[in-house]
Nanobody, 111 residues
């Protein structure tokens, strides 16, 4: 059975960086197109990044230039490196492939 599990969330101060991991298991591969979404309290889901199987990546306008998605196929893991974090980045972050999504990891940016 396939699973995606996010980790690496936590509490950070504004301006700091954080890297999230999405470990993929079962009959799925990190080499496939993988997306990161987030949901802030009281808001709709927002695209953060889509990492395509050819390594091209698109980013949501709110994070472009600050976040970087990458993969390590040897570890079957996709990463999201987040820099220059602000309070507006506070959200639950999810990774997914197709209709399968992980449970999410909480990121809180606060002083």
């Amino acid at each position: 059975q396939a699973h995606l599990v996010e980790s690496g969330g936590g509490l950070v101060q504004p301006g700091e960086s954080l890297t999230l991991s999405c470990v993929i298991s079962g009959n799925m591969s990190s080499a496939h197109t993988t997306a990161w979404y987030r949901q802030a309290p009281g808001k709709q889901y927002e695209l953060v990044a889509t990492l395509y199987n050819d390594d091209n990546t698109i980013y949501g306008p709110a994070v472009k230039g600050r976040f970087t998605a990458s993969r390590d196929n040897a570890r079957n893991t996709v990463y999201l490196k987040m820099s220059s974090l602000t309070a507006e980045d506070t959200a639950v972050y999810y990774c997914g492939q197709g209709v399968l999504w992980g449970p999410g990891t909480q990121v809180t940016v606060s002083s």
